[in-house]
């Protein structure tokens, strides 16, 4: 029993060295900004002819696949980094939450997936050439916490306008300035 648990820690081991080793790569980095350039374009609702089948099937029709992609570099990237280090840095939480609502567009629900190009932040670093793109990634990134705490108080606030006007404007507001016939009243 013992042996084989050696055996399974080492193996283990040699998984996370070149697991970490290939995450770390510029070459990830790359891939990974292509698929989110991809995952992008995929959001819009582009119009597009007919005579472009491939590439209107490239574009647009491959969510799911961008989606299961970024739920695989969630499982990984849980499987090398400590359960700790996720849970207590913004990029660690930000990726479980990207493999959360990747997971969950993969069944219809409510679609968040444009919150995933923030990824972009923590991939731009890494491309050579992009000339002070590290200062303005490790700046922004500096900020998050100022930038989370903007984030909770706009979101308690419109929740508490909302449910002020709700409970104060509900159901009063049902004039138009168009009757029926779709033409302006003037009085």
């Known amino acids: 029993m013992a042996i084989q648990l050696r055996f399974l820690r080492n193996l283990y081991k040699k ?14 980095a790359v891939v990974n900004i292509v ?13 597009f002819e007919s005579s472009y089948a491939i590439i209107n099937y490239l574009f647009f029709e491959l969510d799911k696949m961008y989606s299961i992609f970024f739920i695989i570099d969630c499982i990984i990237n849980l499987s090398i980094t400590p359960i700790k280090k996720t849970l207590t840095t913004f990029w660690g939480l930000f990726n479980v939450a990207v493999g959360i609502i990747s997971y969950c567009s993969l069944y219809d629900l409510p679609n968040f997936t444009s919150i995933r190009m923030w990824l972009l932040i923590k991939y ?8 002070y793109i590290q200062t303005i990634c490790s700046a922004l990134g500096n900020s998050m916490p100022i930038i989370k705490d903007i984030g909770i108080f706009t979101g308690f606030f419109f929740t508490s306008i909302g449910l002020l006007s709700v409970a104060f404007l509900g159901g009063r507001l049902t004039y138009r300035c168009v009757d029926n016939t779709s033409e302006f009243n003037m009085k």
């Open 15 to 28: 998984y996370k060295e070149k697991t970490e080793k290939i995450v770390n790569s510029k070459i990830y």
């Open 124 to 131: 731009l670093p890494t491309i050579p050439g992009l000339k």
């Open 35 to 47: 698929i989110l350039i991809l995952s992008a374009i995929s959001l819009s609702n582009g119009r």
